[in-house]
């Protein structure tokens, strides 16, 4: 029986893309995934990350969909929620791999709403869709991995360039000051201006003028 695990990275940080990964494999090759240590991404050292990233993408099929910022922002002008983009994309990943099961990482508060939003779609494989999928199946953590490491390769990428902006999450000190340090002079393409975060740095840069 084909399965397919599908989770993402980079839902709530204000700088960088979002991924949504899908990792495919036969139900009786998730041993493996858990003999190479694959676990929820979070609770893997960077670099341990990296070493079974390394292992998965040699031995495994998977896939990857990005929204970039300016994708972000413009899906939200047009009222399309983050569930909504993640939806579609989780679509695609299923149709791609046709599996028979597609286990999922809730993204929203109801499993049974998101699980709705893909069936609607016309999904024929069966769907497990959980919050904490990530830690209970080893093909979701597979994806959970995949997704992180991408993103934050990219943001590496990014830092070299625009010196370290941390992680690109709201709650970092090191985020807030490069946002107030760019919001006066321009800020560059991998912020996502839709956010609520930069609404506020925003009226803050305005009422420094008054």
């Given at each position: 029986?084909?399965?397919?695990?599908?989770?993402?990275?980079?839902?709530?940080?204000?700088?960088?893309?979002?991924?949504?990964?899908?990792?495919?494999?036969?139900?009786?090759?998730?041993?493996?995934?858990?003999?190479?240590?694959?676990?929820?991404?979070?609770?893997?050292?960077?670099?341990?990350?990296?070493?079974?990233?390394?292992?998965?993408?040699?031995?495994?099929?998977?896939?990857?969909?990005?929204?970039?910022?300016?994708?972000?922002?413009?899906?939200?002008?047009?009222?399309?929620?983050?569930?909504?983009?993640e939806a579609r994309a989780m679509i695609e990943l299923i149709n791609h791999f046709s599996p028979d099961v597609a286990y999922?990482?809730?993204?929203?508060?109801?499993?049974?709403?998101?699980?709705?939003?893909?069936?609607?779609?016309?999904?024929?494989?069966?769907?497990?869709?959980?919050?904490?999928?990530?830690?209970?199946?080893?093909?979701?953590?597979?994806?959970?991995?995949?997704?992180?490491?991408?993103?934050?390769?990219?943001?590496?990428?990014?830092?070299?360039?625009?010196?370290?902006?941390?992680?690109?999450?709201?709650?970092?000190?090191?985020?807030?000051?490069?946002?107030?340090?760019?919001?006066?002079?321009?800020?560059?393409?991998?912020?996502?201006?839709?956010?609520?975060?930069?609404?506020?740095?925003?009226?803050?840069?305005?009422?420094?003028?008054?």
């Open positions: 029986m084909k399965i397919l695990g599908i989770d993402e990275a980079g839902r709530g940080p204000v700088l960088g893309n979002l991924i949504v990964a899908g990792v495919a494999c036969e139900e009786e090759e998730q041993a493996t995934l858990v003999k190479i240590g694959v676990k929820d991404s979070k609770k893997l050292s960077p670099e341990r990350r990296e070493e079974i990233f390394e292992e998965l993408v040699s031995s495994f099929t998977y896939r990857v969909v990005e929204f970039t910022p300016r994708e972000i922002d413009s899906r939200h002008r047009r009222r399309e929620t983050l569930n909504q983009m999922i990482d809730c993204i929203g508060p109801s499993t049974g709403k998101f699980a709705s939003l893909l069936a609607n779609a016309g999904i024929a494989c069966s769907l497990v869709v959980e919050h904490r999928a990530d830690e209970r199946y080893p093909i979701v953590s597979a994806a959970s991995i995949i997704a992180k490491v991408i993103r934050d390769r990219k943001l590496e990428m990014l830092k070299q360039e625009y010196g370290d902006f941390g992680s690109g999450y709201p709650s970092d000190p090191r985020t807030v000051a490069f946002l107030e340090e760019h919001i006066s002079k321009g800020l560059p393409p991998f912020v996502r201006n839709s956010w609520r975060t930069l609404s506020r740095f925003k009226n803050r840069s305005l009422d420094s003028f008054e």
